[in-house]
Every structure is written in C-alpha cells, then in structure tokens.
C-alpha cells in the first residue's frame, strides 16, 4: 500500500531556513510524480512544488519562487523541500502527495485534484 510520511516541521525564526522530509513506501518514486502543498488556517490548499519522476522536471509556485526547492533522492524513496528565507506567510500544514502518473504536467503538479495519495502533515511556524 502507498504510503507517505512529512517530517521536519517546526517552529523556525522569520528568515531562517527549514528542510520537510516526504518518506514513501509501497511504491516506486520511478512511477509518480510528487507534490509539496499547503494549508495556512482559514486559507485554502495551496501546491508550493512538484517534481517529476527522476527530477526530470519540476514547477513551484510564484509565491515560493527562488526561496524553496524540491528534490528526491530515489535511494531513500525520500522527497525534500528545502525552505529558505522563511516569512510568516509561509506558515502552514505541509502535506506531500502523489500522483499516479510520472509527471507534473506542468501547472497540474500544483492542483490537489491531480494528486491520489495524501501524507498526514507537518506544521511549519514561522516567528516574527
């Protein structure tokens, strides 16, 4: 069974830096591509990143540009997002998802809707 577990939240200092850790099992991350989303309390889900299978390619959100970045390391089945220069926007539940394909397709790596599998969350608070 597919399975997907965020770590690395936490309360971090406004321009400090964070790195989430995304472990799957149950599957292959050859086979899907994976997405980074959001969810600050009263907003909706927003998708920050995805990376296709293999790295080949990746789209992020022009709320995270040049500040966070995505990346897999397929000996681990582990996906990262790396978070820099953090505000208090930024706080939110983190979640990782899969989708059942390979690739992001472009802006549909950032809709919830494209995405079939669901990790738990992990809180990122971000302390002015």
Known sequence: QLHLVESGGGLVQYGG???LSCASSGFSLADHAIGWFRQAPGKEREGVLCISSGGSNTIEANSVLGRFTISINDAKNTVYLTMNNLNA???AVYYCAAR???QCSGVRGLQGSA??????????????
């Open 89 to 91: 926007d930024d706080t």
């Open 17 to 19: 830096s964070l790195r």
């Open 100 to 102: 059942s394909v390979s």
């Open 115 to 128: 995405y079939d599998f669901w990790g738990q969350g992990t809180q990122v608070t971000v302390s002015s």
